[in-house]
């Protein structure tokens, strides 16, 4: 079955340490994304990837690093920089470069400080 | 700037009760406009959507217009059902995949 994989689905992060989020697609996408999601909040955007080894900033960057090296896979970073990780993280995709497009979400990551 | 307000939640309803859940935007321009759902422990799934105005999105008996005069892309169902029990989050399009939500509303539907 095609679509969005993250692991691991609960992750714990202690004082002054930088944690790794994995999403990885099978939908042959070309576009990606993070969204960060608190209780009682919309999601709000992290990073995204149009195309391989290209990606830009959101509207809450900072803290937070990616790479896109692979069409398939995101990898999301959270720094020591970010002083308030606890959220839901959140990967999707989109075929990309089409107005209107389908967003598809993978499960999600609770990211929880020790 | 673009943002989603949505009604405050939670909302508990009986099964067959008539759902309305309101949103109204505030964007440039005409976006696209999206109801998403998402069930517990899950991500979330794209329930329906409508790209200009007076378009009627609907998806599993669940229905939203989109109202340029009033700003608004209210979901309405006529007979909601336990299985519909999830958070709904109202969303507009910025450009290409860039989405802006609104803050999610709770719905818990009892038998």
Known sequence: ?114 | GNSVTQMEGPVTLSEEAFLTINCTYTATGYPSLFWYVQYPGEGLQLLLKATKADDKGSNKGFEATYRKETTSFHLEKGSVQVSDSAVYFCALQRSYGKLTFGQGTILTVHP
Not at chain 1, 10 to 34: I, P
Not at chain 1, 40 to 60: E, M, W
Request: charged share 20%; proline share 4%; glycine share 10%.
């Open chain 1, 1 to 114: 079955d095609g679509g969005i994989t993250q692991s691991p689905k609960y992750l714990f992060r202690k004082e002054g340490q930088n944690v790794t989020l994995s999403c990885e697609q099978n939908l042959n996408h070309d576009a990606m994304y993070w969204y960060r999601q608190d209780p009682g909040q919309g999601l709000r955007l992290i990073y995204y990837s149009q195309i391989v080894n290209d990606f830009q900033k959101g509207d809450i960057a900072e803290g937070y690093s990616v790479s896109r090296e692979k069409k398939e896979s995101f990898p999301l970073t959270v720094t020591s920089a970010q002083k308030n990780p606890t959220a839901f993280y959140l990967c999707a995709s989109s075929i990309g470069g089409q107005l209107e497009e389908k967003l598809f979400f993978g499960s999600g990551t609770q990211l929880s400080v020790l």
